[in-house]
């Protein structure tokens, strides 16, 4: 089993920034994908960004050029970091990872961009 521990949503206005953390433990491999989804209410869960132990990355258009990810290997950790934050990114933001052919679920945490 693998699990993910998610932190770093919070309350934020727009243009301002945020940086969401996901560390793996358990039975982690050293062949992975890690990324985040978002869904916000109402709406599909929308893919936002993957990484792989390989070090590729993909960053989908609808954020590309104002969120990117990167990661610590030795904490298991992937970051999230948004930069210039609309309204429209509103959601709850869910961390996954592709391990030995299962994915696992973060619990989810909430990012709230408002004035």
């Known amino acids: 089993q693998v699990q993910l521990a998610e932190s770093g949503g919070g309350l934020v206005q727009p243009g301002e920034s945020l940086r969401l953390s996901c560390t793996a433990s358990?039975?982690?491999?050293?062949?992975?994908?890690m990324g985040w989804h978002r869904q916000a209410p109402g709406k599909p869960r929308e893919t936002l960004a993957v990484?792989?132990?390989?070090?590729?990355?993909r960053i989908e258009d609808i954020v590309k050029g104002r969120f990117t990810i990167s990661k610590d290997n030795v904490k298991d950790t992937v970051y999230l970091q948004m930069n210039s934050l609309k309204p429209e990114d509103t959601a709850v933001y869910y961390c996954?990872?592709?391990?030995?052919?299962?994915?696992?679920w973060g619990q989810g945490t909430q990012v709230t961009v408002s004035s």
């Open positions: 358990g039975s982690i491999s050293k062949a992975y994908a």
């Open positions: 996954f990872r592709s391990d030995r052919g299962r994915t696992y």
């Open positions: 990484l792989t132990s390989a070090n590729a990355t």
